[in-house]
């Protein structure tokens, strides 16, 4: 195999051609135009919540979905460190201070008793993150965020097409954001949204991505807004690539189960589904025994022209965010020892395979 194997790349073979020719044949290239209502509502229709406000990526999504919820100065909120840095950072936007918990060991999910441990009466608000495509415990964070009446934020960047107990991530929470960067399950290029089934959330974020337009007069603004819009171009590549959802992570799912297939036996633990739920494995990922074997399994594999990534590194050990510093030991081990594969819908059983073998070569000591 002489072709590198790339960590992610985007599936465009439906209508994407044809309906950003469609903006650009008629001029509504901006954020403006009949794709960006079409995709917000077929978003909203397949994720099952009420409303979908688009917005150019998923970092401000989260900042959006804050300032909706009037979280700022003075305010925690809590969130896992294993995560992308995007979770903390949107939180840290606003003034308010990120409080890091540590992750659960089978699912690498927030720990909802660590979420107990880290409330304080400056808490306002819980974000989940559904890593990598497995949703979190939404049973035990609904029921802490209504006890403590809290208000819970779903950063489902990662988890597009993921189920809890049958029921899409994104619909538990007060309000949630998606992203719809290229390496995400659907892509628009750069883009996101925020959802939610709360009309107040839906007018404030909505009005708070438009540069804080007043309703009812033209050019007068009521607040100190953003603009957060997507373009028309955008929300045509996202209404083609919604039309393959379904497809793009049955897809996603059979490849995790040539990686279950192609590495069993091995001392890896692979990032499976718990019971209940639906993972969407946006991302295919490992675990391997020991955590210094982490970088020459990489170089190998690179040498073998397959691109990986590692797992995040948690954010508490991150020059901004340690001055607190606590240990976070369960996020600590999985951050240093995982690896996420290539995972995209694209690859073939044959490259599948080819990743496999490099994989038990390495580990069997002969890589
Ligand atoms: C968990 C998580 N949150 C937020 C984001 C931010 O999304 P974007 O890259 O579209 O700003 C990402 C993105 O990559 C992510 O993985």
Redesign the pocket.
């Given at each position: 195999m002489t072709d590198k194997i790339p960590i992610y790349q985007p599936t465009l073979d439906g209508n994407e051609k044809t309906y950003v020719n469609e903006c650009l044949e008629s001029n509504w290239i901006s954020s403006k135009g009949r794709f960006i209502p079409e995709f917000e509502k077929k978003f909203a229709e397949y994720t099952g919540v009420k409303h979908a406000v688009s917005v150019c990526?998923?970092?401000?999504?989260?900042h959006l979905a804050l300032v909706a919820l009037g979280i700022g100065p003075g305010d925690e909120v809590i969130v896992p460190t294993l995560?992308?840095i995007?979770?903390a950072n949107a939180i840290a936007y606003t003034g308010a201070t990120p409080v890091f918990v540590d992750s659960l060991e089978n699912t690498w999910q927030m720990d909802p008793e660590d979420v107990l441990r880290k409330l304080t009466d400056r808490t306002r608000a819980i974000m989940a993150?559904h890593?990598y495509g497995h949703p979190c415990d939404m049973d035990a964070l609904t029921s802490i965020a209504q006890e403590k009446a809290l208000f819970l934020i779903e950063?489902c960047?990662?988890g597009f097409g993921a189920l809890y107990k049958g029921k899409h991530v994104g619909g538990f929470g007060d309000i949630s954001?998606y992203?719809?960067?290229g390496?995400?399950t659907i892509t628009t290029g750069?883009?996101?949204v925020v959802v939610t089934n709360d009309e107040t959330l839906y007018d404030r974020s909505v009005h708070f991505k438009g540069q804080g337009l007043a309703m009812h007069r033209q050019y007068w603004h009521d607040v100190i807004g953003y603009n957060y819009r997507m373009t028309n171009i955008c929300a045509a590549l996202g209404l083609a690539q919604l039309e393959q959802a379904d497809s793009l992570i049955e897809r996603k799912r059979k490849i995790a189960d040539l990686y279950k297939d192609g590495l069993a036996n091995l001392p890896v633990t692979f990032h499976d589904e718990t019971q209940d739920v639906k993972h969407s494995f946006w991302m295919c990922s490992i675990l391997l025994d020991d955590p210094v074997k982490r970088d020459p399994f990489r170089k190998a594999l690179e040498k073998a022209g397959i691109e990986t990534r590692p797992l995040f590194y948690p954010i508490h050990t991150m020059p901004m965010y340690s001055s607190k510093f606590q240990r976070h030991p369960v996020a600590e081990s999985l951050g240093w020892r995982g690896i996420n594969l290539p995972s995209w819908p694209g690859l073939s059983e044959e490259q599948i395979q080819y990743i496999c073998e490099k994989i038990i070569r390495f580990v069997k000591g002969s890589g």
């Open positions: 990526n998923g970092t401000v999504a989260l995560t992308y995007s979770s993150v890593l950063d960047a990662e954001t992203s719809f960067y390496n995400k750069e883009g996101g």
